[in-house]
């Protein structure tokens, strides 16, 4: 009753709650709050003004505060603080009482007159506290301890996925903008080429077959910008999906793919570098190391379950004993002792338990090694890429101002009437190639620049 009105009184006053964490087992985390792997906070803004053009960092809030992954992974954090409380806990007494009101009846029949009856109360209390238990206790806690930082850094995976998966959505609704802008640009192009071509044809420089075949052209890049423009509204639905909004949600896009975001020659680090950090840092890994690590301990937990424990015990009595009738005279009874329990035989369930407990380290140890074989994959082919990408930057720009150049030299020579319409169409197609592969590029650059420190472990907000 005691410990219940201090608690009420700590909630009135605004103090912190001395029994909210009594023994120290939740991580700063819970009360911090969520921060990336370069320190960068997470901001959940209670509105987000959608009407403007959101930024990559803005998708990335949106969809760190929306995941329904990551609020799980939120919540396993709980649970595993509140399961190495309870294995804390056990190191402490436990203390029970009862108090009961009692009425007690006794008649004779025949004898009336020696009926009694009695109105009291008995009580009793019992302290218990394990002294010994060949470390059983310590198995848990430690075991425990794995499992909470194991939850931590399945957290911080969470969120790297999280984060690898909607920045290459944006990177893909980006690239499908820009694709689209360039069908529009395409498509205005050949509408001025057919202008001229009917200008031409109406003076009477070129043929009606001239005019035929720039409208043909025409048709073509409207049909081109109508597909890049349905290409450009599905990647803006799997956005919004990836950012947790409701599925009819409009965004605008702020960055302009054509502008790379970093081009940081810092990933070009050697391989082995990038699978040493990842080895170190790599929050999947970490947990997986943890999680075969509280495996180990459970199995002496498990073992130490079958040896002998030692307990001290002290027990009061006042009136009677829990479950009998009320005394007529008052009375009160202190027992005090130490009760030494020893395990004879269960039915060789321990050994098979302790098994079970093997059999689980050995699975652990195996994901373990998975993982670092999947990562250290990861990371071999977006170095890889990211170095194939960058390197491709330079002969996409270079490409695209020959294919300007090429395409008014072909304009000019066509107003003069040096060059036929077939040549100024086939010029227009290569242009709009290079600006394919312009924008292909730059996202392919962007894309494996993020995924490469994503497999690494390291993505955060500075990366972007």
Same mark, same amino acid.
């Given at each position: 009753m005691a410990m219940w009105l201090l608690s009420a009184a700590c /909630?009135?006053?605004?103090?912190?709650?001395?029994?909210?964490?009594? !023994?120290?087992?939740?991580?700063?985390?819970l009360i911090s709050g969520v921060?990336?792997? &370069?320190?960068?906070?997470?901001i959940c803004a209670p509105e987000v003004d959608l009407s403007q053009p959101i930024a990559l960092s803005d998708a990335v809030d949106l969809a760190l505060c929306h995941n329904s992954q990551i609020q799980m992974a939120w919540a396993s954090i709980k649970i595993q603080s509140g399961v190495l409380g309870q294995y804390k806990a056990a190191y402490l007494p436990t203390v029970t009482g009862t108090v009961s009101g009692l009425n007690t009846g006794v008649s004779y029949p025949g004898v009336s007159s020696a009926n009694t009856n009695t109105t009291g109360h008995t009580a009793y209390a019992n302290l218990?506290?394990? !002294?010994? &238990?060949?470390?059983g206790r310590s198995a848990n806690v430690d075991s425990a301890i794995n499992l909470l930082d194991a939850a931590l850094a399945s957290h911080d995976a969470t969120i790297q996925k999280?984060?690898?998966?909607?920045?290459?959505? /944006?990177?893909?609704?980006l690239t499908a903008q820009a694709v689209h802008q360039s069908r529009i640009d395409m498509a205005q192009l050949a509408n001025h080429t057919m202008e001229a071509t009917l200008r031409r044809e109406h003076k009477g420089n070129s043929s009606v077959n001239d005019s035929l075949q720039a409208k043909t052209a025409l048709a073509k890049a409207k049909l081109a910008e109508q597909r890049a423009l349905g290409d450009y509204r599905k990647a803006l639905s799997i956005l919004v999906y990836h950012m947790g909004l409701t599925a009819n949600t409009e965004v605008l896009?702020?960055?302009?793919?054509?502008?790379?975001?970093?081009?940081?020659k810092a990933v070009f680090k050697a391989l082995q570098d990038w699978l040493v950090i990842a080895q170190d840092q790599h929050p999947a890994i970490k947990s997986a190391r943890l999680q075969w690590e509280a495996s180990k301990t459970k199995i002496l937990a498990t073992r130490s379950e079958g040896l002998p424990t030692v307990d001290f015990t002290s027990s009061f009595y006042q009136n009677g004993y829990p479950n009998q009738g009320m005394q007529h005279t008052q009375s009160d009874t202190t027992t005090v002792g130490v009760m030494l329990s020893i395990p004879l035989f269960e039915g060789f369930s321990r050994t098979y338990k302790i098994r079970e407990a093997q059999a689980q380290a050995e699975k652990d140890q195996a994901q373990?090694?998975?993982i670092e074989k999947q990562i250290a994959s990861e990371i071999v082919k977006a170095h890889a890429d990211a170095v194939s990408a960058y390197e491709n930057l330079s002969f996409a720009e270079s490409l695209f101002a020959a294919a300007i150049a090429t395409l008014e030299s072909s304009e000019h020579r066509y107003n003069k009437g040096a060059a036929d319409i077939l040549e100024l169409l086939s010029v227009q197609s290569a242009l709009a190639?290079?600006?394919?592969?312009?924008?292909?590029?730059?996202?392919?650059?962007q894309s494996a620049r993020l995924r490469l420190v994503a497999s690494a472990g390291l993505l955060g907000k500075q990366v972007l």
């Open positions: /909630y009135g006053m605004d103090v912190p709650d001395v029994f909210d964490d009594p !023994l120290q087992v939740n991580p700063d985390i921060r990336l792997p &370069d320190q960068s906070a997470v218990t506290w394990r !002294l010994i &238990d060949f470390g999280v984060l690898s998966t909607v920045i290459g959505a /944006y990177f893909d609704a896009l702020k960055a302009q793919l054509e502008k790379p975001l970093n081009q940081d373990l090694n998975d190639d290079a600006r394919q592969e312009k924008l292909r590029c730059f996202a392919e650059w």
